[in-house]
Nanobody
Framework: QVQLVESGGGLVQPGASLRLSCAAS????????VAWFRQAPGKEREALLC????????WYDHSVEGRFDIAKDRGLNTFYLEMRNLQPEDSAVYFC?????????????????WGQGTQVTVSS
């Protein structure tokens, strides 16, 4: 079964760090571009950043540039979102996504596989 399974969300205080994981099964991430999106209540799903299969990162939301990073573990067939200095405005449901192409995209419609979403809440 082809799927992405997310884990690692939760409630944290402002300034905290958190790592989200996205484990792929049924396919190899080696040839896929992988990305993270988020969706806050009442807002559209927005792209945050993406990692090409060649290891290049593209940031689509400049509010997270320098605070968020994306990485992939080929051995575990898993990729991650490392988040630092989280702020209340980062609260959202976070989604991982993968597209079978060597290039990244900021458009959700370009991704074939999606995780189930995980809630991140930043509050004191």
């Amino acid at each position: 079964q082809v799927q992405l399974v997310e884990s690692g969300g939760g409630l944290v205080q402002p300034g905290a760090s958190l790592r989200l994981s996205c484990a792929a099964s049924g396919f190899s991430l080696d040839r896929y571009a992988v990305a993270w999106f988020r969706q806050a209540p009442g807002k559209e799903r927005e792209a945050l950043l993406c990692l090409t299969k060649h290891g290049s990162t593209s940031w689509y939301d400049h509010s997270v540039e320098g605070r968020f990073d994306i990485a992939k573990d080929r051995g575990l067939n898993t990729f991650y979102l490392e988040m630092r200095n989280l702020q209340p405005e980062d609260s959202a449901v976070y989604f991982c996504a993968a597209k079978d192409w060597h290039l990244c995209s900021s458009h959700a419609s370009g991704y074939e596989e999606w995780g189930q979403g995980t809630q991140v809440t930043v509050s004191s």
